[in-house]
């Protein structure tokens, strides 16, 4: 499966962005996805994740209450709707791939898409 994010930009805390990932390959139905970010001098931490069926979900405590990932299967998309915008999130988002749901703030998915660009200006 390919990846490709969109959606990053410059936003004043407390505003929102989508973040939107686009996936090929007739599988994408089958994979789990999920939302990681890195900000500079830091190391890259997960986000969200997205069961295959859509109806599990989990969250970075981080994130939590603010933060939605969502699918559209029929576009081959998921979505991470990103709502009172702190300083802290500035950060590159990348979405992820994998057959496996659980842990991925242990063993990370085995599918990576390019990041974009999220800037929050206090």
């Known amino acids: 499966v390919q990846l490709q994010a969109s959606g990053g930009g410059l936003v004043q805390a407390g505003g929102s962005l989508r973040l939107s990932c686009a996936a090929s390959?007739?599988?994408?139905?089958?994979?789990?996805m999920g939302w990681f970010r890195q900000a500079p001098g830091k190391e890259r931490e997960f986000v969200a994740a997205?069961?295959?069926?859509?109806?599990?979900?989990y969250y970075a405590d981080s994130v939590k209450g603010r933060f939605t990932i969502s699918r559209d299967g029929a576009k081959n998309a998921v979505y991470l709707q990103m709502n009172s915008l702190k300083p802290e999130d500035a950060a590159v988002y990348y979405c992820a791939a994998d057959k496996r749901y659980s842990d991925y703030d242990v063993v990370p998915p085995d599918y990576w898409g390019q990041g974009t660009q999220v800037t929050v200006s206090s």
């Open positions: 390959g007739r599988t994408f139905g089958t994979y789990a």
């Open positions: 997205i069961s295959w069926t859509g109806v599990s979900t």
